[in-house]
């Protein structure tokens, strides 16, 4: 099976979590774009195996690429020469400048081996993205820092496909591609939708992960992160049944794993809708398994007042809000912040009175997902930014 039919279907796990997710999710604008990206890749990877070029361009941005950027005055304020930037037309820096991505454009030959990046170059790629820009305590905002690696990501992934890259060259590239993204999913929540689209970040991470879980299965190893990306994609795809499907199919050595066990278990908590459960579970997941969770974190809550608003629903009822608090991972304040978003009353004596009648959905906008980050963001601690990427901290 090619990497590119496991990314088709793998992609679909999407299309199948939650009932209540399902109905969320509306048909993607780019949908049209996505197809036509989606058919120049099937058309490269068709080519003949004879005939599939090899990058021997050994610099992040082909010299050719970098002189007519320069020159259009394209080049993006990483990528300029300091003390430059002001100029009319600022000068590049050959050490910092990276392959943009473009749509392949009728009667351009991107199969040039001198603008193509061989495997070892398009990782050095990678880890300059991630260590000299995403990681930079100086670049800033991280919307922007974001938005220009996710692009170069880009054009890395389109070197890989146009070299049809495998093996563990390839994984290396997947799997922290794979943590950026997981990691933005979480750091950008919230971000107004001109700076950041959640659902352009779900379409890539889907298609990357598909794409590195289907290099597990095809390709010799080792792969010494396979349990951490297994439990990932279960963890990302909660209450996929697609997802689960692949996950009790792996070899019983990897489906026994201490981080697939727990997020099987968090996903059967998902599944029969028991919130208390699963929050409990999730205080057990390292930083970067509670980023790939946290997306659900938000129904979980509200799936829990509203149990809790028909099982304590009674005049003379009273529950501590300390105790709630614990349950839904929250201080007290968030705690009662959130129960008045969805009508849940807390009195003078900080006890909550549940009443099925009062329960009401929160408005549009007034629930910040941002608030109630604190479960995972405590788990963060001293994690550098390079760690959580290059999967040095990955330990729960």
Known sequence: ??????????????????????????????????????EEEQRLEEQ??????????????????????????????????????RNRKPRGDPLRAVKEYSRPAAGKDVTKPSDLRPPDVLLKTVCYLIDDIAASPTLHPW??????????LRSVKQDMIIQRLSGLDCTAILERT?????YASYHLCGEPLRLYDP?????????????????????????????????????????????????????????CA??????????????????VRLLRLARRLNFLQACALHRHLAACRRDLLLIYSHGYSSRNCRFPLGKLAQALSLDASLTAQLCETYGVEVNQHNQVVFSKAAFTEAEQGRLRCKLYHGIVSEKQKDLSFQSIIHGCGSDT
Request: glycine share 4%; charged share 25%.
């Open 48 to 85: 003949p195996t004879d005939t599939v070029p090899r990058g021997t361009c050994l610099t992040l941005c082909p010299a050719q690429e970098l002189l007519d950027r320069e020159a259009q005055n394209r080049l993006h304020r990483f990528e300029m020469v300091p003390g430059t930037e």
């Open 258 to 275: 201490p981080s697939v066990t727990l997020a099987l278990a968090i996903n059967q908590a998902f599944l029969e809708r028991n919130p």
């Open 199 to 255: 659902r352009i970040n779900d379409t890539h991470l889907q298609e990357y992960l598909s794409w590195l879980l289907d290099c597990y299965t095809t390709g010799t190893g080792p792969y010494p992160n396979q349990e951490e990306f297994q439990a990932l994609c279960l963890l990302y795809n909660l209450g996929s049944a697609r997802a689960m499907l692949h996950v009790v199919q792996l070899p019983k050595r990897l489906r």
């Open 1 to 38: 099976m090619s990497h590119r039919s496991a990314r088709i279907s793998h992609s679909s796990w999407r299309d199948e979590p939650s009932e209540r997710w399902q109905r969320q999710r509306n048909k993607k604008p780019w949908q049209g774009k996505a197809r036509a990206q989606e």
């Open 143 to 152: 919307t922007e820092v974001y938005s220009f690696v996710f692009d170069r």
């Open 178 to 182: 794979v943590r950026f993204l997981i």
